[in-house]
């Protein structure tokens, strides 16, 4: 019997997280307080601090009218997003503070807010490699939310998603969790080439070169991830015949909101891995897709018109 579509949905793997992070382990408050708690400054208390700066620099610089302010109000949005998430998690551990880095100095231009932004996006990507799983999560977020809204405009360094994977990456020995998560994310891509190929026909051909980069891009994560996972001893995850949009493919809109579904879903999929592997090559893997698709997301979102057109956490 032919299988049935498989649905395209950011739940599908959203659901699948919460069923991986379900198994943790509860330890007495006598344990969680004992003498092993972290006394070190909080490692993303500078990145917090400078989310609130960027925040309060854009929002100032949103007070003047015009294309520049609008720019400047959607980052405020997104850095005061991202310390808001940042603020919970440093709240949660109440480490030791460190004295301020942030970089308070008031933004006259877009130019600067650019800067900021570049800067932000490095500083959350540095962390990645040597934080634990779910700040890891949260950090490569922040960086991908940074690119995400890099997008609205080549003033503020709107470019290429940037995401290609080396060939011959490998691993070290990935653990279940890291495996399981791996399968979710090939399953993510497998469902964004398919994507890409059907909304060919309703996209003009100005479009072309978008989605046949985008294409390229999620067919090498998919060999990537078939690759890593044959390594790692486990059976990849096949494609669907066909998978099943949350909605009708009608026409050019309807298409282009489609494929920032895929992007979306594809962000939440490396999310999951960031979060379930210590593996250094394989976070590094996980950050660029996840930066990748938050950059394709926003340029599709934007070009369908959805609100708003890039989101401060991409993959949550």
Same mark, same amino acid.
């Given at each position: 019997?032919?299988?049935? +579509?498989?649905?395209?949905?950011?739940?599908?793997?959203?659901?699948?997280?919460?069923?991986?992070?379900?198994?943790?382990?509860?330890?007495?408050?006598?344990?969680?307080?004992?003498?092993?708690?972290?006394?070190?400054? =909080?490692?993303?208390? +500078?990145?917090?601090?400078?989310?609130?700066?960027?925040?309060?620099?854009?929002?100032?610089?949103?007070?003047?009218?015009?294309?520049?302010?609008?720019?400047?109000?959607?980052?405020?949005?997104?850095?005061?997003?991202?310390? @808001?998430?940042?603020?919970?998690?440093? =709240?949660?551990?109440?480490? !030791?503070?460190?004295?301020?880095?942030?970089?308070?100095?008031?933004?006259?231009?877009?130019?600067?807010?650019?800067?900021?932004?570049?800067?932000?996006?490095?500083?959350?990507? @540095?962390?990645? +490699?040597?934080?634990?799983?779910?700040?890891?999560?949260?950090?490569?977020?922040?960086?991908?939310?940074?690119?995400?809204?890099?997008?609205?405009?080549?003033?503020?360094?709107?470019?290429?998603?940037? @995401?290609?994977?080396?060939? =011959?990456?490998?691993?070290?020995?990935?653990?279940?969790?890291?495996?399981?998560?791996?399968?979710?994310?090939?399953?993510?891509?497998?469902?964004?080439?398919?994507?890409?190929?059907?909304?060919?026909?309703?996209? !003009?051909?100005?479009?072309?070169?978008?989605?046949?980069?985008?294409?390229?891009?999620?067919?090498?994560?998919?060999?990537?991830?078939?690759?890593?996972?044959?390594?790692?001893?486990? =059976?990849?995850?096949?494609?669907?015949?066909?998978?099943?949009?949350?909605?009708?493919?009608?026409?050019?809109?309807?298409?282009?909101?489609?494929?920032?579904?895929?992007?979306?879903?594809?962000?939440?999929?490396?999310?999951?891995?960031?979060?379930?592997?210590?593996?250094?090559?394989?976070?590094?893997?996980?950050?660029?897709?996840?930066?990748?698709?938050?950059?394709?997301?926003?340029?599709?979102?934007?070009?369908?018109?959805?609100? !708003? +057109?890039?989101?401060?956490?991409?993959?949550?």
């Amino acid at each position: 019997m032919r299988s049935r +579509p498989t649905p395209l949905s950011r739940r599908r793997f959203l659901r699948a997280g919460l069923l991986l992070g379900s198994t943790a382990v509860t330890l007495p408050l006598a344990a969680a307080c004992g003498d092993g708690y972290e006394t070190a400054p =909080d490692e993303l208390a +500078p990145l917090l601090e400078q989310a609130r700066a960027d925040a309060t620099a854009a929002t100032a610089l949103a007070g003047g009218g015009g294309a520049a302010a609008e720019l400047a109000k959607q980052v405020a949005a997104v850095r005061t997003a991202q310390a @808001d998430a940042l603020q919970s998690e440093v =709240d949660r551990l109440n480490r !030791p503070k460190a004295a301020s880095t942030a970089d308070t100095t008031p933004v006259t231009a877009i130019g600067g807010l650019k800067t900021r932004l570049e800067q932000a996006r490095k500083q959350a990507a @540095d962390l990645v +490699p040597t934080l634990p799983r779910h700040r890891a999560g949260l950090a490569g977020a922040v960086a991908a939310g940074c690119a995400s809204v890099q997008q609205l405009s080549p003033e503020l360094g709107a470019g290429d998603a940037d @995401d290609e994977v080396e060939p =011959d990456t490998k691993t070290g020995q990935l653990i279940p969790e890291a495996v399981e998560s791996l399968q979710g994310a090939l399953a993510a891509e497998h469902a964004a080439v398919w994507v890409y190929s059907l909304v060919t026909a309703f996209l !003009p051909n100005d479009f072309r070169s978008g989605t046949e980069n985008g294409a390229l891009a999620h067919r090498d994560r998919r060999d990537a991830c078939e690759r890593l996972l044959t390594a790692a001893g486990a =059976d990849p995850v096949t494609t669907e015949p066909a998978y099943l949009p949350p909605k009708p493919v009608t026409d050019s809109k309807s298409a282009m909101a489609l494929v920032a579904t895929a992007e979306a879903d594809a962000a939440a999929a490396w999310r999951g891995v960031l979060e379930r592997t210590d593996d250094a090559a394989l976070r590094t893997i996980a950050l660029r897709a996840l930066v990748g698709s938050a950059t394709r997301g926003t340029a599709w979102r934007k070009e369908a018109g959805e609100q !708003p +057109p890039a989101m401060a956490l991409p993959g949550t």
